[in-house]
């Protein structure tokens, strides 16, 4: 039975138990992202990872990025050591292919086409979905590779207050607190967190020929992070509910650039999310939802004999609205129809010819069983401002055998459209780009052991019309296409106390574009990724270390600047002082291996971080 549970979770505070006399009855956890609606991560018939706080606090994750590493299907090209940028490539298509929301709420850079991950305040995450394949047919542009969602801290129940404290290598500290409560229909959580590194170098870049950051400029690149986060809502009734939610970073980074690049930047984030649940009907669920998030980053360039200058700034506004309508009309069946209204705005220190656009989205979905057999289809129309309409869709088929494996088969296309500094870049950009597509299809299979569960994916996406420079026109033109394979398996073991758990990823990125590059392998995607985890528990200690392997990839379409593979071993430790105080330890890199994700940037050695962690 998919909807009861359903119903249970749309009557209640997400991540709040069901009280049920005297007994307490603790759900599955839910995923949302993957089709809109709440559902467990058996009943999914997409490929999807979840993180939460026990196991972003268990490994001691510094960043979003550092969490995200290691998921199947995931690699990340880091242009240096904390804070500077990381680009994540989601099933082997490209940065801009995955789109990363907070609380609902899509962020990131109009300008750009990608969202600061390094930026976002892990101290103030709940929870991370990742869901792997096209999703445009629920969430429209940039869902080709997939969707990442952020959930911020929610709190509910007894008042109880959280703080921090840490150091470690590269003259690196933190400082973390915040209160949560809110009783037994409603819920707050206030927090905030303050981090800073010396950082390294982050880049041996080369002026001539053209290399890296394209500077030498041999010093170490600091980093600061203030994150402030804020969540509250209320369940008046088994029929209405209320959540509103707040994420700010404030961020500084030293980088290697130039008087024209800069070398200094100064960026915020803002994510601001209201969404109200209604149930007029007892089989009618209806969600509206508005937010607002705001991109800003602006570079200076500053040293020892130039005081500090002003150099550009980007920024990116982006106002939205959602209304959905969950309609239980039979058992076992739900039937969603949305609609969903965005406007982005840009500004800054450059006259594009163009600084606005909106789009309205409408969407549809079935989700079913009948008898063994699992269902679930979608279908979008984006009318865009600037190139008109674009539809995707998506459909998928499970089958539930008697031994509690389940083989399932999906297909979908989905789309990204243009960037703004694609569209309309003073002297560069093409306003006659249309957007990108991709067609994607999915084999997988999974099964429950009595230890443990596991997960193997088969899949291929082709993706059309890739924006790249034209050498002929000397702007960008869709003229790129590629054709990626990939094969994905994880588990999860858990015997007595101790926790294995595994992911292999084995990746065929092919660039399909007329040309020289025909048939090499995209930039900065490993062929293989693998990630093997062991925890240990004993009474007050805990235990654990992560092997994380990458295989050799290139820089360049040319593949002439080859990234050798590399191994990476992370031990951790943590001792419980009292049931409400812990110290942990983390060793990052203990090898001490010298790699780099991409070509010329610099990446941290060995490095150890101790932290003193209070939470009653």
Same mark, same amino acid.
């Given at each position: ?162 703080? +921090? ?42 002026? $001539? ?7 030498? %400029? ?70 509206? +939802? ?29 106002? +939205? ?24 705005? $840009? +500004? ?148 007595? %106390? ?119």
């Amino acid at each position: 039975m998919r909807f009861p549970l359903l119903a249970a979770a749309l009557s209640l505070p997400f991540g709040l138990p069901v009280h049920a006399d005297t007994q307490t009855v603790t759900l599955d956890p839910l995923v949302v992202t993957a089709t809109r609606t709440p559902e467990t991560e058996d009943q999914i018939l997409a490929s999807v990872s979840v993180i939460d706080r026990e196991e972003i606090e268990r490994r001691q994750f510094r960043s979003v990025p550092d969490a995200l590493r290691g998921l199947p299907g995931v690699s990340i090209s880091g242009s240096g050591g904390a804070g500077q940028p990381a680009s994540l490539f989601l099933r082997g298509t490209n940065a801009g292919h995955v789109l990363v929301l907070i609380d609902g709420v899509k962020v990131g850079s109009a300008t750009l086409g990608t969202a600061p991950l390094q930026d976002l305040p892990i101290a103030q995450v709940e929870r991370i979905e990742v869901v792997r394949g096209p999703r445009s047919s629920l969430y429209g542009s940039e869902a080709i590779g997939g969707v990442i969602q952020i959930f911020t801290r929610h709190g509910g129940g007894d008042l109880r207050p959280r703080f +921090s404290v840490g150091a470690g290598s590269f003259d690196t500290a933190s400082v973390a607190g915040g209160i949560s409560g809110g009783g037994e229909r409603g819920w707050f959580d206030l927090g905030a967190n303050l981090e800073y590194t010396d950082g390294i170098n982050a880049c041996d870049g080369r002026a $001539i020929p053209f290399a890296g950051c394209g500077v030498d %400029e041999p010093d170490r690149d600091g980093y600061r992070n203030l994150g402030l986060s804020a969540r509250a809502g209320y369940e008046f009734s088994d029929r209405a509910k209320v959540d509103v939610s707040l994420l700010t970073s404030d961020n500084r980074t030293d980088f290697d650039g130039s008087i024209f690049s800069g070398n200094l930047s100064r960026s915020e984030q803002q994510v601001l999310g209201v969404e109200g649940t209604l149930r007029p009907l007892e089989a009618w669920t209806l969600t509206l +939802s508005a937010g607002r998030s705001q991109d800003s980053y602006r570079a200076f360039y500053a040293d020892a004999f130039v005081p500090e200058r002003f150099v550009d700034s980007f920024e990116t506004e982006r106002d +939205s609205f959602g209304i959905q309508n969950d309609l239980a009309l039979i058992p076992d069946q739900l039937f969603t129809v949305g609609l969903d209204y965005q406007v982005d705005r $840009i +500004s800054g220190t450059l006259d594009y010819t163009d600084d606005s656009r909106s789009n309205t989205g409408v969407y549809g979905q079935y989700l079913g069983s009948i008898g063994a057999n699992e269902l679930a289809a979608s279908l979008r129309y984006d009318d865009y401002q600037q190139f008109g309409g674009q539809t995707t869709g998506n459909a998928a088929w499970g089958y539930l055998f008697d031994q509690g494996i389940r083989v399932s088969l999906s297909y979908g296309n989905a789309f990204k459209a243009p960037t703004f500094n694609d569209l309309y870049y003073p002297g560069f950009g093409n306003p006659d780009l249309s957007p990108e597509e991709s067609a994607s299809v999915e084999l997988g299979l999974t099964g429950t052991l009595p230890l443990g569960r596991w997960e193997l994916s088969l899949y291929e996406t082709d993706i059309d019309d890739l924006i790249t420079f034209d050498a002929v026109t000397f702007a960008p033109a869709n003229i790129a296409s590629a054709r990626i394979r990939g094969f994905e398996a994880s588990g999860m073991l858990q015997v007595q %106390e101790w926790n294995l758990g595994a992911s292999l990823t084995l990746l065929d990125p092919e660039n399909r574009s007329d040309g020289s590059n025909q048939g090499n392998l995209l930039p900065r995607r490993p062929e293989q990724l693998l990630q093997l985890d062991l925890d240990r528990q004993f009474e007050r200690w805990s235990a654990g270390l992560s092997v994380y392997v990458a295989g050799r990839s290139f820089d360049d379409l040319a593949n002439n600047e080859r990234l050798d593979g590399y191994t990476l071993l992370g031990l951790r430790a943590e001792y419980a002082l009292t049931p409400s105080v812990r110290i942990q330890g983390r060793l990052e890199n203990a090898l001490d291996e010298d790699y780099q994700t991409a070509y010329l940037f610099n990446q941290p050695g060995r490095a150890f971080y101790l932290t003193l962690r209070y939470e009653p």
